[in-house]
């Protein structure tokens, strides 16, 4: 990891590490065509502490799409997040395939307007200071979204969350 990562992880650890329950286990977004049964392991995963990057991708990567989409109340979205964040950050191939779908749950209005405005409304204004911190990070990585878009994209996102530290766009809790 980068400094920068090293950064980011902390600042998610310390500003996540003590969010309340789910209401629901991520298991709740199980769905035959996505994941794997519910005995699985990736199931048992509770709590966002306990869901790992291993579990994430090779157990649980219908999670990824519950990430992006509408399906996870945003309750769940808000206490899974530093899960996905900390997998998105290591290394190697587990942390690639993470990333896409942790980093386009963090762009405005993704997946929609009003879902991505409800998500965002109960982060406190430490748990918006490490999402910048982290997309800081990933962005920093070459391989990081490349292709045509990709630029203007990841700049609105780093603008977007500087604005929400600032107290200056939703999302900006105490």
């Not at 500003?15 to 298991?27: C, D, H, M, Q």
């Not at 199931?43 to 799409?65: C, E, F, M």
């Not at 998105?88 to 191939?93: A, I, R, T």
């Not at 991505?116 to 409304?121: A, E, K, N, Q, T």
Request: hydrophobic fraction near 40%.
């Amino acid at each position: 990891m980068t400094a920068s990562s090293d950064l980011a992880y902390d600042a998610i650890l310390t500003a996540f590490g003590t969010a309340p329950g789910a209401a629901y286990t991520i298991g709740q977004y199980a769905d035959a065509a996505f994941l794997p049964r519910p005995e699985s392991r990736a199931h048992k995963a509770a709590r966002w502490q306990d869901l790992t990057s291993d579990l994430i991708v090779r157990g649980h990567a219908g999670s990824l799409i519950a990430l992006i989409s509408d399906i996870m109340e945003p309750a769940d979205w808000r206490y899974y997040l530093p899960a996905y964040m900390l997998a998105s950050l290591k290394s190697g191939s587990d942390g690639k395939r993470i990333r896409p779908s942790t980093m386009l749950s963090l762009y405005p209005g993704r997946p929609d307007p009003d879902t991505f405005r409800s998500r965002v409304d109960g982060l406190t204004q430490g748990q918006c200071a490490a999402i910048l911190l982290f997309l800081q990070a990933v962005f920093e990585d070459p391989e990081t979204w490349i292709g045509p878009g990709a630029k203007s994209q990841n700049e609105a996102a780093l603008e977007h969350w500087r604005r929400v530290t600032q107290g200056l766009e939703v999302g900006s809790a105490g």
